[in-house]
């Protein structure tokens, strides 16, 4: 089996509530395994701002967004395990949770698995 090594990073204010990290890892561990043997992916929880300003920068779009895909490209010849980073903003699938009446951590869960 694959091993997927999680950089997990939490950029909130307050960082309660969130998943655990071994959550992260077993959401990674469903969807990464079909890439390589070993892969390293970092997840950033952020706040509206970060996400705003990233959204901003690499979209054009002038609002937070629920998730953020920054794949990595390896240089030709050179061999690593990194597939790049997720920035998932935390007020963002709370507030969709919510309105679409799904249970938090089901959310949570389809976020890492869309962004990956």
């Known amino acids: 089996m694959s091993q997927v090594i999680l950089d997990l990073q939490l950029a909130c204010e307050d960082n309660s509530g969130l ?3 071994s959550q992260f890892q077993t959401w990674l561990n469903a969807v990464i395994p079909q890439f390589q043997e070993e892969s390293e992916v970092t997840i950033r929880v952020v ?3 970060e ?3 990233l959204n901003l920068t690499y979209r054009g ?3 937070p ?3 953020l895909s920054f794949p ?3 240089p030709p010849g050179m061999e690593m395990s ?3 980073d997720l920035v998932i903003c935390r007020q963002v699938v709370e507030k969709e949770a919510q309105e679409q009446g799904k249970p938090l951590e089901a959310h ?3 976020m890492v698995v869309h962004g990956s």
């Open 19 to 21: 998943p655990e990290e």
């Open 47 to 49: 706040d509206t701002a």
């Open 51 to 53: 996400s705003h300003s």
């Open 61 to 63: 779009k002038d609002k």
């Open 65 to 67: 967004t629920n998730v």
């Open 72 to 74: 990595f490209e390896v």
């Open 82 to 84: 990194l597939l790049g």
């Open 108 to 110: 949570w869960a389809h």
